[in-house]
């Protein structure tokens, strides 16, 4: 069973910065996409950032610019930068992976959320 486990999260003043890392317990060399969602009270999940097997990003609109997603295959390791939070960015953040056509995943993991609260 694949594990996903998110770390980082916790409280900061507006304009502060903090960076999320989320660790596959396989090694993510052949897996897909891998990202950042996030879901706020009483919302829908969405896209924050994705990152490719290849490097290609794709931000959410509200992340450009301010949010940098990153990948190191290395160490099985997907980290989210953000800087300028806002209070709207208070929510819970999911690491998620797709699987690759001829990878070693088969399905689609979730990791277990982190909280992010952006107050002061």
């Known amino acids: 069973q694949v594990q996903l486990v998110e770390s980082g999260g916790g409280w900061v003043r507006p304009g502060g910065s903090l960076t999320l890392s989320c660790r596959a317990s396989?090694?993510?060399?052949?897996?897909?996409?891998m990202g950042w969602y996030r879901q706020a009270p009483g919302k829908e999940r969405e896209l924050v950032a994705t990152?490719?097997?290849?490097?290609?990003?794709n931000y959410s609109d509200s992340a450009k610019g301010r949010f940098t997603i990153s990948r190191d295959n290395a160490k099985s390791t997907v980290s989210l930068q953000m800087d300028s939070l806002k209070p709207e960015n208070t929510a819970v953040y999911y690491c998620?992976?797709?699987?690759?056509?001829?990878?070693?995943?088969?399905?689609?993991?979730w990791g277990q959320g982190t909280q992010i609260t952006v107050s002061s």
């Open positions: 396989t090694a993510i060399v052949d897996v897909g996409a």
């Open positions: 990152i490719t097997s290849s490097g290609d990003t």
């Open positions: 998620k992976g797709d699987p690759k056509y001829g990878g070693i995943w088969s399905k689609v993991y």
